[in-house]
């Protein structure tokens, strides 16, 4: 999978999270809307033939940029960035765990879904 691509499409998903943001800077609820986002991107992500390790790897290159200047001029985009990595990590593992239970004996690509 071209790393290129996964970050195009996480890329769109990350200007949506933005305008959530600016939503919850202004005392909006927005974790329901953090989570549904995540859940298309990775949707996304996997028709483009992202594998979990792929998905992993992006959003932790993610987590470096918390430490960045922006990231304190852009506090709660942050926060919900971090939280949109948590919800990521949540919805892979259970995927994980599904398919590790699953009898199936097809590659991971041809069972793998966000639930």
Same mark, same amino acid.
């Given at each position: 999978? =071209?790393?290129?691509?996964?970050?195009?499409?996480?890329?769109?998903?990350?200007?949506?999270?933005?305008?959530?943001?600016?939503?919850? *800077? +202004? !005392?909006?609820?927005? !974790?329901?809307?953090?989570?549904?986002? $995540? @859940?298309? #991107?990775?949707?996304?992500?996997? /028709?483009? !033939? /992202?594998?979990? *390790?792929?998905?992993?790897?992006?959003?932790?290159?993610?987590?470096? #940029?918390? %430490?960045?200047?922006?990231?304190?001029?852009?506090?709660?985009?942050? +926060?919900?960035?971090?939280? *949109? @990595?948590? %919800? $990521?990590?949540?919805?892979?593992?259970?995927?994980?765990?599904? +398919?590790?239970? /699953?009898?199936?004996?097809?590659?991971? =690509?041809?069972?793998?879904? $966000? %639930?």
């Amino acid at each position: 999978m =071209k790393t290129e691509n996964l970050n195009e499409i996480v890329g769109r998903y990350l200007l949506t999270i933005r305008e959530i943001a600016k939503k919850a *800077a +202004q !005392g909006e609820i927005v !974790g329901d809307l953090v989570r549904t986002q $995540v @859940k298309k #991107c990775l949707i996304e992500m996997h /028709a483009a !033939g /992202a594998e979990p *390790a792929d998905i992993r790897a992006i959003f932790d290159d993610l987590e470096g #940029c918390t %430490h960045s200047e922006s990231a304190i001029s852009e506090a709660k985009f942050w +926060q919900l960035l971090m939280t *949109a @990595k948590l %919800h $990521v990590e949540f919805l892979l593992f259970i995927e994980e765990n599904h +398919q590790s239970a /699953a009898t199936s004996s097809g590659p991971i =690509k041809d069972r793998f879904s $966000v %639930h």
